[in-house]
Every structure is written in structure tokens, then in C-alpha cells.
T-cell receptor
Framework: ETGVTQTPRHLVMGMTNKKSLKCEQHLGHNAMYWYKQSAKKPLELMFVYSLEERVENNSVPSRFSPECPNSSHLFLHLHTLQPEDSALYLC??????????????FGEGSWLTVV | AQSVTQLGSHVSVSEGALVLLRCNYSSSVPPYLFWYVQYPNQGLQLLLKYTSAATLVKGINGFEAEFKKSETSFHLTKPSAHMSDAAEYFCAVSEAQKLVFGQGTRLTINP
């Protein structure tokens, strides 16, 4: 059983819909991440949160809006997406961004299809 | 900026044969290096990591990797492939407390 849980595992949405992806980590970590995994592309870091504060936004379009209400939960709010946004969205966590070795633990991902 | 290059997007081996997945890194400082595995329809699972202690790192499921500074490599090996090893494998380097991933290598095991 993974220490990082993502819901839903699969989501199909229209381009005008608004939906959210949810992530919860049970590891007591201080940092959380959203990654995007598309076919034929390397894993792309989207956002990084440390102690509920966003520390990185990797040039992600504004139609993706992250929210981190506490160190255990991370959301990715989606609105007016494009078909090319269809991908596997992976949530991850790590103990502390200040740690010398920052091992990242991933959830099982949310498969998003935009129609 | 640090980066990793995985040589070969697809590797196919027979069951029981040696598995060798190649990863070369580029880093201006001593790197921290990782191998992750992704089974179908799942997230990424940590296989092993190099943190400048021993150069030969043992991981889960019988995998190991050797850090070679002179070759800037961190290749992943397993002496005898199992059907259950079929998956995608990612090499990664730590940069500013974040991970930079390679393109991935899909490993296929032939019976």
C-alpha cells in the first residue's frame, strides 16, 4: 500500500468542465509535488510545495491551479483544459526540501483524459 | 543544470538473462542518483539510490547499480531477469532538492 494516495484514479472531462485531482500523503512529509507524465515525454515537474507554501511553478498554464491546505493534502484544480493535457498526473511527497538527500515517493497517479 | 540520459528506450531480454539498463549523468557537483520503476498503470516506485556512500548500491527485487564517476554512469543491473521485472525504469538525478528524470527505458522479458 502506497503512502501517497491519489483520487480519482481515472477522470474523463470535457474542455469546459471544472474538476479537481486530490492527493493525500500518510508519511509525515513536509514537501509535496505534482508531476505530469505524457507519452513520449520525460516526467515534467509542475509544482512544488514545502510546508504548504508553493516554492516552484514550472511554467505551468493557469488552467492548472494547485492548492495545498495542509502538509498532508494537495489538490490540482483543472478548468478549461485542452486535449493535449491528457496525461497521467502523479503526486509525490518527500520528507523535507532542506534534507541533503530528498527521496521522493510517488502515488499511483490519476489518468486524465480531456475530450 | 544536471541531467540524465538513458541509453535505449526499449530493452528486451530473455527470462533468466542479465538485465542491464544504462544511465549517464551530467552534473557539476557530486550527484545524488536514483532509479525508479513503474509497473503498468501504477506510479513510480523507488528501486535504489546513490548518496555518495558505497559506489555499489543494492536495491529491491534483486537490482543493483554501480556509480562510476570516471564514466559518469549509474547503470542498473540484475543477474537474472524475471517475468515480473517487465516495466518502465527511470533514472533520475537530484537537483536543488528536486528530481530530474531521464526519458525512461521500457524493459520487456521474453519467456
Amino acid at each position: 500500500e502506497t503512502g501517497v494516495t491519489q483520487t480519482p484514479r481515472h477522470l474523463v472531462m470535457g474542455m469546459t468542465n471544472k474538476k479537481s485531482l486530490k492527493c493525500e500523503q500518510h508519511l509525515g512529509h513536509n514537501a509535496m509535488y505534482w508531476y505530469k507524465q505524457s507519452a513520449k515525454k520525460p516526467l515534467e515537474l509542475m509544482f512544488v510545495y514545502s510546508l504548504e507554501e508553493r516554492v516552484e511553478n514550472n511554467s505551468v498554464p493557469s488552467r492548472f491551479s494547485p492548492e495545498c491546505p495542509n502538509s498532508s493534502h494537495l489538490f490540482l484544480h483543472l478548468h478549461t483544459l485542452q486535449p493535449e493535457d491528457s496525461a497521467l498526473y502523479l503526486c509525490a511527497s518527500s520528507q523535507d526540501l532542506r534534507a541533503p538527500v530528498n527521496t521522493i515517493y510517488f502515488g499511483e497517479g490519476s489518468w486524465l483524459t480531456v475530450v | 543544470a544536471q541531467s540524465v540520459t538513458q541509453l535505449g528506450s526499449h530493452v528486451s531480454v530473455s527470462e533468466g538473462a542479465l538485465v542491464l539498463l544504462r544511465c549517464n549523468y551530467s552534473s557539476s557537483v557530486p550527484p545524488y542518483l536514483f532509479w525508479y520503476v513503474q509497473y503498468p498503470n501504477q506510479g513510480l516506485q523507488l528501486l535504489l539510490k546513490y548518496t555518495s556512500a558505497a559506489t555499489l548500491v543494492k536495491g529491491i527485487n534483486g537490482f543493483e547499480a554501480e556509480f562510476k564517476k570516471s564514466e559518469t554512469s549509474f547503470h542498473l543491473t540484475k543477474p537474472s531477469a524475471h517475468m515480473s521485472d517487465a516495466a518502465e525504469y527511470f533514472c533520475a538525478v537530484s537537483e536543488a532538492q528536486k528530481l530530474v528524470f531521464g526519458q525512461g527505458t521500457r524493459l520487456t522479458i521474453n519467456p
